[in-house]
């Protein structure tokens, strides 16, 4: 028996390890055949778009511009730069707008029904050359295009969109749907985004009503990594793409990206150096792949009620109308109840027996979940550089992860050994399989596409279970009780396994008691299976798992710290207010370390940034700072006119040193009726175009032209008019006599939102 017992957990562990090890295909070389997607020659493209960071509005950013347009014109195709102002109301104030340059080309059909779109943002932030953030994407695209051309000729027309603006707001994504012409013949979108430097490319999202969209995307894609989990709770999410904008205007889509490496993601270590290949090739088979396929279908009609769907192990998808949802789970509950009824009948079970399995579980849940948060925060507080990530990742996470699962295996295995002496391994069986059955049924009413990952696990496991109840007990073969529940394991490891895996690259460390939760339902599934395996050493699985757990938390100590290859985050910028004629070094970090120490003085205290930043809430570090001789933002007047009690003012604002990005800001006392730019009214209606109550009404410009913008704001003809204007350039100023150290073991992160760091700010406050 000892060796069924040993065979048994290789058994669960190779199930386990295989969905832990979700992995992008290989990386294609350029010698490929030319029919293929090459990550290898997308590389090539790569190489140029990732030199430098290129933020909309910078010159470095009409660099990557001008080699797009040069690479579609050389394989044929007649591109075009669609140059607008756009405003995006959709988060309110500060409103977003910008001046942008989509790029656009189209390869046409024999007989287009509707056109396949597929979409990357080629922008990046300010602080980080966007190898994978968008670079990777507009090189699968590039790729694809030659790709596409040495094939046959496709029915419908795909059209390139390598949109401008994305990272401030979405502003080109915005600027095609509501102005381009080609956006009405929009069939199918194809967006490609990434939020880490490796991984699989998940498609992570769709558009409503897509039975019909993922019956297809299984029949093309090469190595799908996809569920409608992930689709169901995007939706409940704040976070926007692209696709964001294209579902707006009710076109039919799939997101994509891959996620691992989240501590790279908006810094400037999302670089050459650091990015994945393979997951630039899993983008390509993606993009190549679906294009062929959808590019020969009718897209004229693509709606159909919304299916369910989920990937085994990146090897093929499984997918079923949502209408399944409700017989199915009608189904489970019926066979739970048959099966409870058996266990009773064969006196395996009683009902006080599956109430305290069921308590258990919950105290289960509840001891791993905070166990392993407070583990996290002890670490975090002996570690405090790991509070320095915005995204709360770190660079040895996996350490941690396996740690954390390690511990948590170690605290359901250990208090199980102990609830053994009171309480049957049947009853916490059936006890754990009632949490599994609630929670089905709460997913399959408000999260149907979320209602696979238990329905499926719950089944198998009760028909294994019922198989043990059935059996009698003289005539039970110890040896096929091993089989059958290993059996019946599988369908909940393969899915739960990568599931687990890919929620804890999701959330990351910072909400690793959350992910904890996942794991503890795993186990509930494998009780029995554990409690066989342990009938000679109950305490073994518990010793072994918490000398696992503590041997990866020391390895994690050991490489906790920072060097050329991990750099420390870390931000700084000037501000020069020029109505005080005072200027200041800011940071976000919490507080001053070796770089920008030569920075923040003595004096460094924390306070808000009015002057600069007066939407933003937060504190800062700041210290005085010498005054340079910059020239402020400055607004022209061009007209001042009262009717019906509204005042209305034309302005002209510019930035005679050509800052990159303005600000403007009105006195939250001042109500706003309406407002334009360039022309364009800030939202469709007044409710969009002023602050909410007590909220103070602004603008964030960004890629600011020379000649600046026009703008026009509606206020009461009573209210005096103080408007705020704050530009931002790229880079720190030159201190005459003063010189600062490069980054040496450290990487410029994003200050906030807006993204301040390494910039100069100034403000200059005026009255009408």
């Known amino acids: 028996m000892n060796k069924m017992r040993f065979v048994t957990f290789l058994f669960i562990l190779f199930f386990v390890l295989l969905g832990f090890q979700l992995k992008p295909p290989v990386a294609v070389p350029t010698s490929a055949p030319v029919l293929e997607f090459s990550s290898g020659r997308a590389m090539k493209h790569l190489e140029a778009i990732a030199q430098k960071p290129h933020p909309i509005g910078s010159s470095e950013h009409t660099i990557v511009r001008d080699y797009i347009v040069k690479q579609l014109t050389d394989r044929g195709l007649k591109p075009e730069v669609q140059k607008t102002t756009v405003v995006n109301s959709r988060w309110g104030t500060p409103f977003v707008a ?21 979409a990357a943002h080629y922008d990046s932030v300010p602080n980080g050359s966007g190898a994978s953030d968008d670079g990777a994407a507009v090189a699968a695209m590039l790729e694809t295009v030659r790709a596409l051309k040495v094939y046959a000729p496709l029915r419908n027309d795909v059209i390139f969109l390598f949109t401008d603006g994305e990272e401030p707001g979405l502003l080109g994504a915005k600027a095609f749907v ?76 799939f997101n994509f990206a891959y996620l691992n490496g989240v501590v790279h993601y908006h810094t400037s270590s999302d670089n050459l150096e650091n990015i994945d290949e393979r997951s630039l090739q899993h983008h390509g088979d993606y993009a190549l792949s679906l294009t062929r396929h959808f590019g020969n279908l009718d897209l004229k009609d693509t709606k159909r009620s919304d299916a369910v769907y989920f990937d085994i192990l990146g090897l093929t998808l499984i997918h079923y ?60 507080t002996l570690h405090d550089g790991y509070k320095l990530f915005p995204q709360g990742d770190t660079y040895n996470s996996y350490y941690y992860m396996v740690s954390f699962i390690a511990l948590t295996i170690a605290i359901i295995s250990g208090l199980y050994v102990w609830l053994r002496k ?90 690793s008691g959350a992910v904890m939760v996942m794991v503890v339902l795993l186990l509930g599934l494998l009780i029995p299976l554990l409690s066989l395996m342990a009938t000679r050493n109950k305490w073994l699985l518990p010793t072994v798992s918490i000398v696992v757990s503590l041997t990866f938390i020391v390895l994690g100590s050991l490489t906790a710290g920072f060097d050329a290859h991990h750099p420390k985050p870390n931000s700084i910028f000037y501000g020069l207010n020029t109505d005080t004629e005072k200027a200041i070094w800011a940071s976000a970090d919490k507080k001053p370390d070796e770089w920008t120490s030569q920075f923040l003085s003595q004096d460094t205290e924390k306070a808000k940034l009015a002057e600069y930043l007066p939407t933003v809430s937060r504190k800062f570090l700041k210290s005085q ?105 790229d880079g720190l100023p030159q201190i005459p006599g003063k010189s600062f150290q490069k980054r040496q073991n450290y990487m410029m992160a994003t200050a906030f939102g807006s993204g301040v760091s390494d910039s100069t700010l100034i403000s200059k406050s005026f009255t009408f």
């Open 98 to 118: 910008g001046t942008v340059h989509n790029i656009l080309a189209k390869l046409s059909g024999t007989d287009n029904t509707k056109a396949v779109l597929l």
């Open 178 to 253: 509501d102005e381009h012409p080609w956006a009405k013949d929009i069939g199918l979108v194809l967006n490609y985004e990434a939020r880490g430097n490796s991984g699989v490319s998940i498609m992570f999202e769709t558009s409503s009503e897509n039975g019909w969209l993922i019956e297809e995307f299984a029949k093309a894609s090469l190595h799908p990594v996809a569920n409608s989990l992930t689709h169901n709770i995007y939706k409940l999410l704040p976070n926007d793409t692209d696709l964001t904008m294209f579902k707006a205007a009710g076109l039919p889509g």
């Open 625 to 729: 700072a010498p005054v340079v001789l910059l020239t402020a933002p400055n607004i022209e007047l061009l007209s001042d006119n009262t009717t019906d009690e509204v005042r209305s003012l034309r302005m002209r604002i510019t930035s005679p040193r050509q800052a990159r990005v303005l600000r403007v800001y009105i006195d939250s006392s001042t109500k706003i009726l309406a407002a334009a730019i360039n022309g364009k009214r800030i939202g469709n209606n007044d409710r969009l175009a002023h602050a909410e109550p007590g909220k103070q009404w602004g603008l964030h410009y960004y890629a600011l032209p020379q000649e600046g913008i026009e703008l026009t704001l509606e206020l009461k003809s009573s209210q005096p008019l103080t408007i705020r204007t704050v530009d931002q350039s």
């Open 321 to 380: 109308p949502d209408i399944w949802i409700a017989p199915l789970t009608v189904f489970v509950v019926l066979l739970f109840v048959g099966v409870m009824t058996l266990g009773l009948r064969r006196k395996q079970l009683t009902f006080s027996g599956t109430v305290l399995g069921f308590l258990a579980f919950l105290l289960s849940i509840l001891s791993a979940s905070v166990i392993v948060t407070v583990t996290w925060w002890m670490i975090c």
């Open 422 to 511: 009171k309480v049957s391994v049947q009853n916490l069986t059936v006890g754990a399989l009632l949490w599994w059955l609630i929670l089905m049924v709460l997913s399959s009413v408000f999260v149907p596409g979320a209602s696979y990952l238990f329905t499926w696990p719950l089944l198998f496991s009760l028909l294994g279970l019922g198989f043990i109840f059935a059996s009698k007990p003289q005539n039970s073969v110890l040896g096929k009780r091993f089989a059958v529940l290993s059996l019946c394991a599988i369908p909940g490891i393969i899915l739960l396994a990568p599931t687990i895996y890919l929620i804890f690259i999701a959330l990351t460390l910072e909400l």
